[in-house]
């Protein structure tokens, strides 16, 4: 017998450490070097060219370029060691009072249980996410229970809870995981159905609590 579970858990974003950047190395020895190299390359190739056209002066050609290079390229370095290292809000428009944003809710998973006693015995449990949240899953529970078909058309768009990478995303997972299949083996064309797994997942989404939904598969 198996038992099928699907939960709904809050898993906060994690954080972005960026203190590699904090360090005399990356903010100015690893910069000082790519410009010196970007300058050293162009000017060596100016040099070249000067050299093979014949230009007057053509030390002066390649040094000029070179230097030109290197402190454009230096600029340009530090400019983009500052964006990724300035204080949150620097450079940004003043709000007007009581404009802050509202912090964000913490990211929502649903996680899908699978548990199953093998020949034997032997208990087996198994927990994969499905890249969607409760609402979008609840929205697609409730229209598939009302004969809505599982297609990209009536899935995606404005106004409906996935976009298009989302629900490819999430029909991927569920082929992956046995909740759907093709409708027709030889024939792409008429889409997808439930599997009795997912009719199950869909079922107990619409009839069961918000967070924890619970059935049985024989």
């Known amino acids: 017998m198996k038992t099928y579970n699907s939960q709904a858990e809050y898993i906060p974003l ?6 590699y950047l904090h360090t005399t190395t990356a903010g100015g020895v690893l910069p000082f070097i790519q410009a010196s190299l970007t300058g050293l390359i ?49 450079l940004s428009l003043p709000r007007e009072r009581g404009s802050d944003p509202q912090p964000e809710a913490p990211a929502r998973e649903i996680r899908i249980r699978v548990s199953e006693v093998r020949p034997g015995g032997h208990y087996h449990e198994s927990v994969y996410p499905l890249p969607a949240d409760l609402p979008q899953l609840q929205a697609l529970a409730q229209g598939l229970t009302q004969g809505r078909p599982f297609s ?25 995981r046995g909740l759907i299949c093709l409708a027709n ?23 069961g609590s918000p967070q924890n939904t619970q059935g049985t598969l024989e």
Do not use: C
Request: net charge positive; charged share 20%.
């Open 14 to 19: 994690p954080r972005e450490s960026r203190s």
């Open 42 to 90: 162009l000017g060596v190739v100016v040099l070249a060219l000067a050299l093979l056209w014949r230009w007057r002066n053509p030390g002066g050609w390649g040094l000029g370029v070179g230097l030109a290079t290197w402190a454009a390229a230096w600029l340009f370095l530090q400019w983009h060691w500052y964006t990724q290292t300035r204080p949150a809000g620097l």
């Open 152 to 176: 990209e058309r009536k899935w995606t768009g404005s106004g409906k809870p996935f976009s298009v990478a989302g629900f490819k995303a999430l029909r991927s997972e569920m082929i992956k």
């Open 185 to 207: 083996d030889k024939d792409v064309r008429q889409g997808y159905q439930l599997t009795p797994e997912g009719w199950k997942m869909v079922n107990g989404l619409v009839e």
